[in-house]
C-alpha cells in the first residue's frame, strides 16, 4: 500500500495518551479522506529541529501539546488568537511560511453554541475562574464574541491580574475569595482550571447563586460530568462541558490540514466517550 498523501501530527512529550488520533481518524474516514494522523513523540530540546522538518517528514501541518505550545507560538508565525493566549496549539504551512493558532479559542466558544444556542446573546457579565492557557483562550473567546464584562477569579490573583492589563478594561481581575459575591451576576460561569478532574478536588462553589438562565462550561473532560456540571444540571442550567470543548477545536486544524471542514457528530462524540469510560 503506498504512504497517506496528507499527513498531520500531534507533537507532545508524552503524548501516547492523546485522543486527537481517534479523533481525526474518524473524519478521514467519515470525508474518504486519504490522509493520516499520527502521535510524535519529541522532547523540549528536539522540538525546533523537529518543526523544522516537518515538511520533509510529510506533515502538511500538525497539532502542539504539552509541553511545546509556548515554543510554538516562538517558532511560527502566530495569528491574533495565539499571540494573545501567548500559545500556539496547531500549525500549518502558508505561502511557504509555518503559521500558527490556537484553536481552544473556537473550540471553547464553538461547545457554547452547541449546548446553548444564543447564549452570546443572554450574556452581559461572565465570569472565567482560572487563569492559564485556557482561561485565556475563553476570554479571548468570550472578547471576539462582544462580551461586554468578563471576570477572572484565580487562585493566583497576580495571574487575573496580568491577563487583564493584557486584555483591557472588559476584563477583571477577581480574588477567589470574591467567586461567591460574583456568581448573582454571572450569567455564564466558566471552569478553567483542573478542579474537578478526575483525582483532583472539586470547584467549591454554590450554583444556587447563579441568576436563572445561567450558561455553565467545563473545560475539564474527565470526567465527562464534573461535579460542577452535575450539580448545574440538577439546577437546571443549560451546561457545556469539556469534550465538545476537545472536538470544536478539532475543526479548523482538520480543515487547514485536509481541505474539509469536517462536522462534529454524535456517533465521533460516542466513540470518544466510549474511549474515555474504557481507560
Ligand atoms: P495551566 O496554564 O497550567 O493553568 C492551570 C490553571 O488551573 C491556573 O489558573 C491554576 O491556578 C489553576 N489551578 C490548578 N490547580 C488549582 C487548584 N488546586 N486550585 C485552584 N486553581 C488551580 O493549564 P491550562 O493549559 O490552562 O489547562 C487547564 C486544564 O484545562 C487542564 O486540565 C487541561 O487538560 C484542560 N484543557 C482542556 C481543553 C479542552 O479542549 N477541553 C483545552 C485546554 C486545556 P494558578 O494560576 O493559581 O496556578
Same mark, same amino acid.
Given at each position: ?34 490522509? /493520516? ?5 519529541? %522532547? ?66 464553538? %461547545? ?72 448573582? /451576576? ?94
Amino acid at each position: 500500500m503506498s504512504a497517506p498523501k496528507t499527513a498531520a501530527c500531534v507533537i507532545g512529550w508524552p503524548v501516547k495518551h492523546s485522543r486527537s488520533p481517534k479523533l481525526h481518524g474518524y473524519w478521514l474516514n467519515r470525508y474518504g479522506i486519504d490522509g /493520516a494522523y499520527r502521535t510524535e513523540e519529541v %522532547a523540549p530540546a528536539d522540538f525546533a529541529a523537529f518543526l523544522g522538518s516537518l515538511q520533509s517528514k510529510g506533515y502538511v501541518g500538525a497539532n502542539v501539546t504539552i509541553p511545546h505550545k509556548e515554543a510554538a507560538l516562538a517558532l511560527t508565525k502566530p495569528d491574533a488568537r495565539a499571540r494573545n493566549v501567548g500559545v500556539a496549539n496547531t500549525v500549518w504551512f502558508e505561502d511557504g511560511e509555518l503559521r500558527s493558532t490556537n484553536t481552544d479559542v473556537e473550540g471553547f466558544i464553538g %461547545a457554547l453554541d452547541a449546548a446553548a444556542p444564543g447564549w452570546d446573546q443572554r450574556t452581559r457579565t461572565a465570569l472565567v475562574v482560572g487563569a492559564g492557557g485556557a482561561g485565556r483562550a475563553a476570554v479571548y473567546g468570550l472578547i471576539e464574541r462582544g462580551i461586554k464584562t468578563i471576570y477572572v477569579a484565580n487562585r493566583t490573583y497576580e495571574r487575573a491580574a496580568e491577563l487583564a492589563d493584557h486584555f483591557g478594561p472588559s476584563v477583571k481581575p477577581a480574588q477567589w475569595a470574591d467567586i461567591a459575591t460574583l456568581l448573582p /451576576a454571572s450569567d455564564l460561569l466558566t471552569n478553567a482550571t483542573q478542579l474537578g478532574m478526575d483525582g483532583q478536588l472539586p470547584l467549591d462553589l454554590d450554583v444556587r447563586l447563579l441568576p436563572s438562565g445561567a450558561v455553565v462550561s467545563d473545560i475539564v473532560y474527565v470526567p465527562l460530568k464534573t461535579p460542577l456540571l452535575a450539580a448545574a444540571e440538577a439546577r437546571g442550567f443549560a451546561t457545556s462541558n469539556g469534550l465538545d470543548m476537545l472536538l470544536y477545536q478539532a475543526v479548523r486544524g482538520f480543515e487547514l490540514w485536509f481541505g474539509v471542514r469536517p462536522e462534529v457528530t454524535a456517533e465521533q462524540r460516542a466513540m470518544l466517550v466510549a474511549d474515555l469510560v474504557k481507560r
